[in-house]
């Protein structure tokens, strides 16, 4: 059926027919415009089709074989990373690589060849997948691997749902002694000193990321949390995952998030904690998945949603253009609670686009505030843009045409994959006007 449809971050609305799959060896009813699609906890419209069909995975949630000897685990695309983590993790298997939020599927991750806190020591998700079938709008099926169709492989890792439509998945998991992560935090008081904890901690901890007080200026820019870990030992206890959770249950007729909340908010997480360092041991899962256990957290944006804004630049222009990027988000008073800021290491993808590269990254959310907002993205674009930088598809609502071509220089080669009645409202803005 034809309905109104959003993505995560609630802009823009679309108005798409969904249709749900069933079966692996069900037939795509495909139309002449369709799109693949998971879970919908993209940001923008690379999981959106306005006016066209796209083909849900919701019910395809099934796992096909688990190997717990060799962490060998082959499933069906719709399966989340939480359905995952339930039958694996108390295996003493782990997800080798895994976004901010355990509700993507598989597809999904595959499709945005995602990251996370540990990128420069495991690279993508993309790097960790054996295999998986695409099938085609034509019918046809191929099974995909770094040696078999590499080249298909390496379009679909990363390719956004275009190239077609990916029924199973198999994937390398990773044996970990405890889930559990030793935690330091340390509260640092510049971006400078932000550089210098990063490559302190590159070879001596497998999971970095800081929280950046996006309303700090002058001597403070960039201040914020840096924290790092590593999985426990096995004789550590692990901590038990709380079995509260909180939840925004309507929506607020305006955003919650504005100049005065922001600025209370971050004074006070900047100064929540004393000392400059602390050390704990914690369950995985507020480590990872902070904002999981707030049900419908998007909701605090209000009916006109937000917008992630996560871009990375290169290392030799990394401070420069973070703190100008800071500098102007400041200056608008606007950002969110949660902003992260990350050193990609120099894990090379295997696939066409991927998005992350050797660089920083920077991510936070903006209350969608029409042309006020899209004023402030133009400006931060130019900085990337001159940093020789690129946003990330997954979490874009803005990014303009001219500027794609330039972050995802394999374009061309990535252009004769894609499926020709494969489309979305990511593509038609960005993607068709450079063709």
């Known amino acids: 059926m034809t309905r109104p449809y959003i993505s995560w971050g609630r802009y823009p609305y679309k108005t798409q027919e969904g249709v749900d799959l069933h079966w692996l060896d069900q037939p795509l009813p495909v139309s002449s415009n369709f799109l693949p699609q998971g879970n919908v906890r993209s940001y923008g419209d690379s999981c959106m089709n306005d006016g066209g069909q796209v083909l849900s995975t919701r019910f ?29 993790e108390p295996q003493g298997w782990f997800l080798p690589v895994t976004p901010g939020t355990k509700f993507v599927t598989v597809g999904g991750a595959i499709a945005n060849d995602v990251h996370g806190k540990n990128h420069h020591s495991a690279g993508t998700f993309g790097r960790h997948v054996l295999k998986f079938e695409l099938v085609r709008s034509d019918g046809s099926k191929r099974v995909c691997s770094p040696t078999k169709n590499s080249d298909w492989f390496r379009a679909t890792v990363g390719g956004l749902g275009l190239t077609g439509f990916i029924s199973w998945a198999e994937i390398q998991l990773k044996k970990v002694p405890n889930s559990a992560i030793n935690l330091e935090n340390i509260k640092y008081e510049s971006l400078t000193e932000f550089f210098q904890i990063s490559e302190d901690s590159e070879s001596t901890h497998e999971y970095t990321v800081a929280w950046v007080d996006c309303q700090a200026t002058g001597a403070k820019l960039g201040r914020g949390h840096f924290s790092r870990g590593n999985h426990a030992k096995a004789t550590q206890p692990t901590p038990e995952m709380s079995g509260r959770k909180l939840g925004i249950p309507i929506d607020p007729p305006v955003s919650l998030i504005n100049s005065w909340s922001l600025r209370a908010f971050n004074w006070l997480y900047y100064h929540r904690q004393g000392s400059k360092r602390n050390f704990t041991t914690v369950n995985y899962d507020p480590f990872f998945y902070p904002l999981d256990n707030i049900g419908d957290w998007n909701r605090i944006y209000g009916p006109k949603g937000f917008l992630q804004y996560q871009c990375v630049v290169p290392m030799e222009h990394s401070e420069s253009a973070i703190k100008e990027l800071l500098e102007r988000i400041a200056k608008a008073q606007c950002g969110s609670f949660l902003a992260v800021l990350k050193v990609f290491g120099d894990i090379e993808s295997p696939a066409l686009m991927s998005f992350p590269r050797p660089g920083t990254t920077l991510a936070l959310d903006f209350p969608y505030q029409g042309n006020k907002t899209m004023h402030l993205f133009d400006q931060l674009d130019n900085v990337v843009k001159q940093a020789g930088g690129a946003l990330y598809p997954a979490k874009d609502a803005h990014m303009k045409a001219e500027h794609f071509k330039a972050y995802y220089p394999d374009f061309d080669q990535f252009v004769s994959f894609k499926d020709p009645n494969i489309s979305s409202s990511f593509w038609r803005r960005t993607m068709e006007p450079n063709l």
């Open 60 to 88: 395809l949630r099934r796992f096909i074989r688990f190997d717990p000897e060799s962490g060998i685990l082959r499933c069906e695309a719709g399966v989340q990373l939480a359905d995952i983590l339930s039958v694996v």
